[in-house]
C-alpha cells in the first residue's frame, strides 16, 4: 500500500511542480533576463521521471518476492496439497442377471466372494518406487512380480480401475488381506461375486461361462472396464447385453492415501442397473432324464462295439414352437472351472481330453446321417412325381451297377413308400435318388434341393455360439475339393445317408418336427424370455417359422405313416410297448471306411397330435435301433410320465 501511495504523491508533486512552472513563464514571458524557456522546463520535467521509475522497479520486486515464495519456499506444500486431494470416478460394477429354467429354477447365479485388487493409477511414479510398491504386493499377494506387472499393463500404466489380482478369496484370507493392504495405498480387497452354474449334466454347453474381457471386448464396446467380466460361451454370450446390466459411477474425493474424504453430490452420479434374468426353455427334470438315458446308451454302445472312447448327443423340441425341453452332449465339463480364471492344469486336462468335453455335439458335431435323412428323400420323391402313394416293387438285398455291387441288409421283397421307411429299405431309396429298373432317380442337384428346404446344409439359427453348417455334397463340390468327377455310385450313397454327407443332430431334430408339425421348419429356441428383477416380463421370445407349407399333405402323410409303422411293424419295434404313439426313424451310419457306425434315431409322439420330437446320437454305437432308440424310448416315458 506504501508503494502505491508514495507513487501517488509523485505524481501529484510533479502535477503541482508543472502548473508553478507555466505559472511562471507566463508571468516572466517579457523578461529577457530569465533563461529560455526550454531549459527550465527539462529541469521540471527530469525529477518525477525518476520517481515513476522507482516506483515501477519497487512493484517489479514486490511481485518477484510473493512469486519467489509461492514456488520456492512454499512450492513443495502446495505441490503436496495439489496432489493429495483430488476427485476421482469409481465404477461400481453391476450384478449379473440369472440364468433360469422353465419353473423358475436357478442354472447360473451370483455368489459372494473376495478378491485383491490394485488401481494402476495410485502406484508411484517414480520408477524405483514404483518397483518397490510392486514388489511389496507380491508378497502380500503370494503371486509373482512378472504376473502382477502383466496384469496392470494390460489395464494400462495409469488406469484408474481396479485389476483383479487374485479372485475367489475366502472371508478368513479376506480379513487376514485387509490387515496387510492399509500400507500400500494401491491395493485393497474388494468384494466381488462369482458365477456359480447348476451341475445338471450337459448344461455346460448350454449356459457357456463368463471371463475376463478381452481387448476384443473392450475395443468393441465401451462399457466394459478392464476387469469386467463377460459371456464367453453358451447362453452367457448370446445374451450378454441383458444379463450384464449397466455400472453405475460415483465421485469422490481422496487424499494422498487415497483414502475417501467424502462422496460427491454431482449428475455425473448414478446407481448400478443389476442385468436381467434369462428364464430358458429347458425343464431341468426332463434334463437330468435326457442325460441319464443317454449316459447309459453310451455305456451300451461301448459294450457293443467295444470303443473306450465315445460320446453323443440327445434333444428335445417342442414341435409347434421350436422351445427346446432338452439339450445334452456327452461327455460334458464343469463350467464353474472358469469362474475364476481357470489354472493352466485344469484348462490342459480339458483341452487334451480325447473325448473332447468342450465339443458340443448337439450343434457343433457334423456326422453322416444314415437312415434317419430317408425321410426327406421320401418327401422328394412323392413331390417331384418320382415315385407315387402306388409305387411298389420287388427289393432284393443287393443291386449291381456295372463292376460296383450296393447291399441292403436284407431282402424287402415288394415294396412300396411306406414300408420303405419303415424297414430302412436301401434299395428303395437307391432307386429314387439315383433310378434303378422302370424308377427315374432324383439326381443328386434335385436332392439337394429338398435337404436345404429342410434346413439341412445351413445353420438352424439355434441361439447358442459355435453351431456349424454341415455338408452338402454335390458334382461341383466333388470337382472343387477332389478334382473328380461325381458318379452314380455317389448319389446312391448320398441317397440313403452316407458318403460325404454331413449333418449335426439339431438339423435332422428340425427336419423331423417339419414332418410332424405338418410342413414348418422351426428355428429352435433356448431361450423364454427376459425378466426384470421386479419378475415383470421384459421380452418374449416368438416362435419363428423360417419354412412352411413345406410339403403338400399327401407326401407329409405317406412319410408320417412310414414313421409310424417303423414303430408298429418295423425298425424300431421296441418303442410299440409305450402307452402313447410314436413315429420314427432308426439310422445306422457308417464313417471311418465303414470299420464303425454311429447309432441314430429320430421321433414324435404322440403320432395323432405331435408335441415333442427327439433325436438321439451315440458315436460309434452301433445300430440305431438297438443303441438309439432305446435311449429316447427312456426320454419319451420320462416327458410323458410329467
Known sequence: MDIFGNFK??????????????????YNSTDSSLPPIGTIESKSVTMPLLAVRAGLLLIFLFLAFRLF?????????????AKGNRIIQRVTEASRGMILDSSGNWLAKNEPSFALTVTPADLPIKKADRESTISQIAEISGLSVEDIIKAIDKAGSRALSAVILKENISHDEALLLEGKVTNVTSLSVANRP??????????????????????????????????????????????????????????VE????????????????SEPIPGNDIVLN???????KTAEALNKGIEAGRELTGSKLSGGSAIVMDV????????VSLPDYNNNLFSTRISNDDYRKLAEDESYPMFDRAIAGVYPPGSIVKIVLAAAGLVEGNITLNTAFDTPAEIKIGDYTFPDWKDHGLTDIKRAIAESNNIFFYSIGGGFDKIKGLGIDKIKQYWQLFGLGGKTGIDLTGEESG???????KKRVFDQQWYIGDTYHAAIGQGDLLVTPIQM????????????????????????????????????IRRENLLPSFALKAVQDGMRMAITEGSARNLNDLPFSVAGKTGTAQFLNNQKTHAWFTCYAPYEKPEIAVIVLVEGGGGGHEIAAPVAKEILSAYFKQ
Open 320 to 327: 409347434n414352437s421350436g422351445a427346446i425341453l432338452s439339450m
Open 471 to 477: 455338408l452338402l455334397p454335390d458334382a461341383s463340390w
Open 254 to 269: 481422496v487424499d494422498s492415501g487415497r483414502n475417501v474424504i467424502k462422496t460427491l453430490v454431482t449428475p455425473d452420479n
Open 509 to 544: 431334430l428340425v427336419a423331423t418336427a417339419a414332418i410332424a408339425n405338418g410342413g414348418k421348419v422351426m428355428t429352435p429356441q433356448i431361450a423364454q424370455k427376459i425378466i426384470g428383477k421386479d419378475g415383470k416380463s421384459i421380452s418374449e421370445f416368438k416362435p419363428k
Open 69 to 81: 515464495n509461492l514456488q520456492i519456499v512454499y512450492g513443495s506444500f502446495y505441490e503436496g496439497k
Open 9 to 26: 504523491n509523485l505524481l501529484s508533486e510533479k502535477q503541482s511542480r508543472r502548473s508553478q512552472s507555466d505559472s511562471s513563464m507566463i
Open 194 to 251: 462369482l458365477r456359480e452354474y447348476r451341475q445338471f449334466p450337459g448344461l455346460a454347453h448350454l449356459l457357456g461361462y463368463t471371463g475376463i474381457v478381452s481387448a476384443d471386448d473392450l475395443e468393441k464396446s465401451s462399457v466394459y472396464t478392464a476387469t469386467a467380466r463377460v459371456g464367453k460361451t453358451g447362453i452367457e454370450s448370446v445374451y450378454e447385453e441383458y444379463l450384464r446390466g449397466q455400472n453405475g459411477i460415483e465421485e
Open 282 to 288: 429347458i425343464d431341468s427334470a426332463l434334463q437330468q
